[in-house]
């Protein structure tokens, strides 16, 4: 039973299409977090939540828009899509708030295209 | 601001060989450390931790860690590495009441048989 499920695992669209990522994680964490890797691998977080309430929001632009319905599901929603959004998105979880105490648990992420 | 830096993008070690992966971070407090590990097409995986004691902390794999307060450093260690070993290894930093990691640009590592 995977820990952390994210789908699609690839995603490949059209610049200006509106595109959702799901995330759901059966660990019974309390906290959840959307990371973005980009080309050169670099790894930096965009949103946590902990109990369905925003914890960090990372100067993400406000096209991004997380949703947690509840404590085991946080979904990345993307307006108006862009070339610079292509990454791989990470979905993960940990019991703590930052994963500083407990380990983050990650998804095997989604690669985003965006033509 | 915090920041981590790994200073080698991509090792290429011979399989058998001794490994030290470099991480320095900046930030004058006490840092929480780790090292995570991503197979390719994976999610990532905690390798090890520090926060407190020994600074000489053990992971899983047979990974090692070394916490230098006087270099700013957590270099990842191990004696002999398997051909499986190869991946992408990332160093991240937390600190207290920041309620996030910083995660380094990444190590590639690659084994030649």
């Known amino acids: 039973d995977t820990a952390v499920s994210q789908t699609p695992k690839y995603l490949v669209t059209q610049m200006g299409n509106d595109k959702s990522i799901k995330c759901e994680q059966n660990?019974?964490?309390?906290?959840m977090y959307w990371y973005k890797q980009d080309s050169k691998k670099f790894l930096k977080i965009m949103f946590s939540?902990?109990?369905?309430?925003?914890?960090i929001n990372e100067t993400v632009p406000n096209r991004f828009s997380p949703k947690s319905p509840d404590k085991a599901h946080l979904n990345l929603h993307i307006n108006s899509l862009e070339l610079g959004d292509s990454a791989v998105y990470f979905c993960?979880?940990?019991?703590?708030?930052?994963?500083?105490?407990?380990?983050?648990?990650f998804g095997s992420g989604t690669q985003l295209s965006v033509l | 601001a915090q920041s981590v830096t790994q200073p080698d993008i991509h090792i290429t070690v011979s399989e058998g060989a001794s490994l030290e992966l470099r991480c320095n971070y900046s930030?004058?407090?006490?840092?929480?450390l780790f090292w995570y590990v991503q197979s390719p097409g994976q999610g990532l995986q905690l390798l090890l931790k520090?926060?407190?004691?020994?600074?000489l902390v053990q992971g899983i794999k047979g990974f090692e860690a070394e916490f230098k307060r006087s270099q700013s450093s957590f270099n990842l260690r191990k004696p002999s590495v398997h051909w499986s070993d190869a991946a992408e290894y990332f160093c991240?930093?937390?600190?207290?009441?920041?309620?996030?990691?910083?995660f380094g640009q990444g190590t590639r590592l690659t084994i030649n048989p």
């Open positions: 939540y902990n109990n369905k309430e925003l914890i």
């Open positions: 930030y004058g407090a006490t840092p929480y």
């Open positions: 993960a979880s940990s019991q703590d708030v930052g994963g500083l105490n407990e380990k983050l648990f």
């Open positions: 991240a930093v937390g600190f207290q009441g920041a309620q996030k990691l910083v």
């Open positions: 660990l019974g964490h309390d906290t």
């Open positions: 520090y926060f407190s004691g020994d600074t």
